[in-house]
């Protein structure tokens, strides 16, 4: 189960307020493409779940995951997750021919296995189709008591939404020290109420 703090910034000047004093605490930066599939009737919507492949960075690094079951209340989303490193150069050719994802769970894929097992994907070679999906630049830093933030740019073709993130143990914790430096350093926010996914199947940025 990951676990995570969502605080949604209203636009680009909350955004590079925030980057501008998480500055020393900066430690990398990623450039993100994010990639979906689904069943043609929507098989995997249909069970609340989510299959992407994710690269990184000039397709330096990919992985394939699985989110199922999200619940995101006040700010705080629990979702279960599953993830497998996938070569960049293979998962571009899944992209372009989806059937390469579902022979995968006749191999070393946990994930895809799942996905036809438990969420009613089928086995044949059109069982997947490739949705599209998003890019986003993420910033991570590494803050206050371990935490990581990550700060995220998404840039959808319907425009541009802005977020900060942070995976915790413990959420309520985790979003009250959050919330309480966003307030000192002047920047507005507020809680998220939908995540990414849905705003790009939705069309339109979403609050």
Same mark, same amino acid.
């Given at each position: 189960?990951?676990?995570?703090?969502?605080?949604?910034?209203?636009?680009?000047?909350?955004?590079?307020?925030?980057?501008?004093?998480?500055?020393?605490?900066?430690?990398?930066?990623?450039?993100?493409?994010?990639?979906?599939?689904?069943?043609?009737?929507?098989?995997?919507?249909?069970?609340?779940?989510?299959?992407?492949?994710? &690269?990184?960075? /000039?397709? %330096?690094?990919? $992985?394939?995951?699985?989110? *199922?079951? @999200?619940?995101? #209340?006040?700010?705080?989303?629990?979702?279960?997750?599953?993830?497998?490193?996938?070569?960049?150069?293979?998962?571009?050719?899944?992209?372009?021919?989806?059937?390469?994802?579902?022979?995968?769970?006749?191999?070393?894929?946990?994930?895809?296995?799942?996905?036809?097992?438990?969420?009613?994907?089928?086995?044949?070679?059109?069982?997947?189709?490739?949705?599209?999906?998003?890019?986003?630049?993420?910033?991570?830093?590494?803050?206050?008591?371990?935490?990581?933030?990550?700060?995220?740019?998404?840039? &959808?073709?319907? /425009?541009? %939404?802005?977020? $900060?993130?942070?995976?915790? *143990?413990? @959420?309520?914790? #985790?979003?009250?020290?959050?919330?309480?430096?966003?307030?000192?350093?002047?920047?507005?926010?507020?809680?998220?109420?939908?995540?990414?996914?849905?705003?790009?199947?939705?069309?339109?940025?979403?609050?």
């Amino acid at each position: 189960m990951e676990v995570e703090i969502k605080l949604r910034l209203p636009d680009a000047v909350a955004h590079q307020l925030l980057s501008d004093a998480l500055a020393p605490y900066h430690l990398r930066t990623h450039l993100q493409e994010n990639l979906f599939f689904d069943g043609p009737a929507g098989e995997l919507s249909a069970a609340f779940a989510a299959l992407r492949l994710r &690269f990184y960075d /000039g397709d %330096s690094r990919c $992985v394939l995951s699985l989110k *199922a079951r @999200p619940r995101l #209340t006040a700010g705080i989303s629990r979702v279960e997750e599953e993830e497998e490193e996938v070569d960049p150069s293979l998962a571009r050719a899944c992209v372009a021919e989806p059937w390469r994802l579902v022979a995968m769970a006749k191999g070393s894929s946990q994930i895809m296995r799942r996905a036809i097992q438990e969420f009613g994907l089928g086995e044949k070679e059109e069982s997947l189709v490739c949705l599209g999906g998003f890019r986003n630049v993420r910033a991570v830093y590494g803050w206050k008591e371990g935490l990581i933030l990550e700060l995220d740019e998404t840039q &959808f073709d319907f /425009g541009t %939404s802005y977020e $900060v993130e942070c995976e915790t *143990a413990e @959420p309520e914790k #985790t979003r009250e020290l959050l919330e309480s430096f966003l307030k000192e350093i002047g920047v507005p926010y507020s809680y998220s109420e939908t995540n990414k996914f849905a705003a790009f199947r939705s069309g339109k940025l979403l609050p």
